[in-house]
């Protein structure tokens, strides 16, 4: 099975900055006959299903900020926000979807302000 | 609009079985593979059962193999899960979630609010 890995656990972040989070898979999820990552990202608010934020590695979902964006391809993967808002505090979690199942989600990255 | 309600959660007994529905409207159900996750309270997501937009396919997570039966009603728009032997590592918050694709290749787009399980004696 895929492993996902994200980095770091918790991310403590000014308003109006930055944030960047990692996912590392233990195997490609590029499929190479179509050249897509099959990699998504979610953001999740307590009390809240997760939210669909990227998929394809760096596909923003219809109605994400375009503060949002994700990139990198195999193995390695991130999730940027290029200028933080307080309604951004979440949890962000990497989903692969590549080919069959089992798919598997990062262990969660918690951003704070 | 496209929705998704999971109800059946509650509390359960070591050992007993429970089945949750998960009901669909706003989008052409029939057309779409349907997925359960969970998440444990305070936990992560786990991916639970996927089943192709006809039924025809069904995948599981080790976890749940041979105790979980996915399954879906076109005719009615609902999706179920059906929760044999359940332990206490069951508990958790179970989402139905849409995936865009008709055999599960994409991303889960639509999240139904979760029902809660807890097992417990």
């Known amino acids: 099975d895929i492993v996902m890995t994200q980095s770091p656990d918790s991310l403590p972040v000014s308003l109006g900055e930055r944030a960047t989070i990692n996912c590392k898979s233990s195997q490609s999820v590029l499929y190479n006959s179509n050249n897509k990552n099959y990699l998504a990202w979610y953001q999740q608010k307590p009390g809240q299903p997760p939210k669909l934020l990227i998929y394809w590695a760096s596909t923003r979902e219809a109605g994400v900020p375009d503060r949002f964006s994700g990139s990198g391809s195999e193995t390695d993967f991130t999730l940027t926000i290029s200028s933080l808002q307080a309604e951004d505090v979440a949890v962000y979690y990497c989903l692969h979807y590549y080919r069959t199942p089992p798919y598997t989600f990062g262990q969660g990255t918690k951003l704070e302000i | 609009q496209v929705q998704l309600v999971e109800s059946g959660g509650g509390a359960v007994q070591p050992g007993r079985s429970l089945r949750l529905s998960c009901a669909a409207s706003g989008f052409t159900f029939s057309s779409y593979a349907m997925h359960w996750v969970r998440q444990t309270p305070g936990k992560g997501l786990e991916w639970v059962a996927l089943i192709w937009f006809d039924g025809t396919n069904e995948y599981y997570a080790d976890s749940v193999k041979g105790r979980f039966i996915i399954s879906r009603d076109n005719s009615k728009n609902t999706l179920y899960l059906q929760m044999n032997g359940l332990t206490a590592a069951d508990t958790a918050v179970y989402y139905c979630?849409?995936?865009?694709?008709?055999?599960?290749?994409?991303?889960?787009?639509?999240w139904g609010q979760g029902t809660m399980v807890t097992v417990s004696s």
């Open positions: 979630a849409r995936d865009p694709s008709a055999t599960g290749i994409d991303a889960f787009d639509i």
